[in-house]
């Protein structure tokens, strides 16, 4: 069989290098894909919002299975557009994509259903957000309904932060129309985990753990970025929470879209929140995470294309799914100036004495090659990536091929995994 990945991120290339190792799987194709992903398949030339360029590739090179890796092309539909070609694709329908394309829809389904979530409530109006605002005090958080890759939330200490933020998102249309209408949610506190499942529509099967680091600096300093690296599992969610975010999260949330008539199928990613009462929901994805991916696949030891495949086929139920008991790391290393401005096209060396290391594997995120050579090309550039027998050493072996790895103006957090030490596992 051969498939297709569409994206061009970490995310992207971790799939192909585990959908590689699947029993079915014969040749892959990246869209558009980056230098990693093109030493495991074949990069394809197509963009991820040029559905109909994708669709006729699919179709004439007689693809087996398509899967969707970005949010965008979930949320305007692109797996609807392929199904409707009658291309055998994974991924969730625009329907319910909007899961992640939506806050507010989100927020209302959870409240409907009573899934833990955060208080709320949503607004188009900026003097209206502001009497709320002055009713309910700081902190609170703003947030732009749609999608605003990663940066339309703004957790607000006090009551100026937050008025400047709902100026922003409404009147300043910052985000276009994805701040049109924005939410203002209760600050939830505790520690967060990411938390995903595969979904056939009604049965699920869960991933284990893992948490990301947002910030670009360590200790969770400076401003959000889209993940400076992830280990898995996250101590955070201990055997009953996991049972707990199951039940009272992940499988009332699938069987209340199916309810809607928008049916999930596909990977949902929760972004919990562990709070004092429980397990609570910050936000849903439609997708796989970017870091969480390359930490995650690695520990996978079942068919990821049979798993895929049993999602859109409805039976889910009649599969296992094992994972390894090692633990992984991955620590990103990004261009200089990231997540503001940075220069791309620096030559990336060390790669292959990194890729060496025992339980190491480098992904790729923005790079290029060029006449041989690997070039950066974007702000998040390598998720260097390493199982361990615990956490530490996952930690300690990812660290040791970063230090294998150069390129003018790298940067790395050193700080990836450290929250999960001070916990003792
Ligand atoms: P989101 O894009 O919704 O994941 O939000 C980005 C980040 O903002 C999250 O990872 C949290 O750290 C923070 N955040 C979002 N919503 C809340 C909330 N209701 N309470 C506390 N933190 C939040
Ligand atoms: N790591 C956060 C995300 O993929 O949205």
């Not at 049965?203 to 753990?209: A, G, R, T």
């Not at 796989?288 to 294309?305: C, H, M, N």
């Not at 990194?354 to 790079?367: D, I, K, Q, R």
Request: proline letters at 4%.
């Amino acid at each position: 069989m051969k498939v297709l990945i569409v994206g061009s991120g970490g995310r992207e290339h971790t799939i192909a290098w585990k959908i590689a190792q699947s029993k079915a799987v014969e040749k892959i194709f990246i869209a558009p894909g980056n230098a990693g992903s093109g030493l495991v398949g074949t990069n394809v030339d197509i963009k991820v919002n040029e559905f109909e360029k994708l669709a006729e590739f699919a179709a004439k090179e007689k693809i087996g299975l398509t899967i969707v890796g970005p949010e965008d092309p979930l949320v305007n539909g692109l797996v609807d557009f392929f199904e409707e070609k009658n291309l055998n694709v994974f991924g969730p329908s625009k329907k319910a994509a909007i899961m992640e394309g939506s806050k507010t829809f989100t927020r209302d389904l959870l409240k409907k259903y009573n899934i833990p979530s955060a208080e709320y409530a949503a607004f188009e109006n900026a003097e209206e957000a502001k009497a709320y605002l002055k009713e309910k005090g700081a902190p609170i958080v703003v947030k732009a309904d749609g999608l605003a890759a990663g940066k339309g939330v703004v957790v607000a200490e006090t009551i100026e932060e937050a008025e400047q933020a709902i100026n922003e998102m409404i009147l300043d249309k910052r985000f276009g129309g994805a701040g049109a209408k924005i939410l203002l949610e209760e600050k939830l506190l505790g520690e967060e985990a990411s938390y995903l499942i595969f979904s056939d529509g009604k049965n699920i099967l869960p991933m284990v753990s893992s948490q990301d680091h947002k910030r670009i600096f360590d200790q969770d300093r400076g401003p959000n970025t889209g993940g400076m690296g992830a280990y898995s599992p996250a101590p955070i969610v201990t055997k009953e929470m996991e049972q707990r975010v199951l039940k009272e999260i992940m499988q009332p949330t699938v069987d209340a879209m199916a309810k809607e008539g928008r049916t999930f199928k596909g990977i949902l990613y929760a972004g919990l929140m562990i709070t004092e009462n429980g397990p609570k929901i910050v936000e849903f994805n439609a997708r796989f995470g970017d870091p969480e991916t390359q930490v995650i696949l690695p520990r996978l030891k079942s068919d990821l294309a049979e798993i895929m495949q049993a999602c859109i086929d409805g039976n889910l139920n009649e599969k296992e799914i094992k994972w390894g008991e090692k633990a992984c790391c991955c620590v990103v290393m990004a261009s200089g100036g990231y997540p503001g401005k940075y220069e791309k096209g620096r030559e990336i060396t060390g790669l292959e004495e990194a890729n060496s290391l025992p339980e190491t594997v480098v992904f790729h995120a923005g790079t290029k090659e060029k006449e041989g050579k690997i070039l950066s090309n974007g702000g998040r550039v390598l998720g260097v990536t390493a199982l361990g027998n615990s956490i530490r050493e996952a930690i300690d072996n990812a660290y040791k091929a970063v230090e294998k790895i150069s390129f003018k103006g790298a940067f790395n957090r050193k700080d990836i995994g450290q929250k999960a030490l001070v916990k003792k596992v």
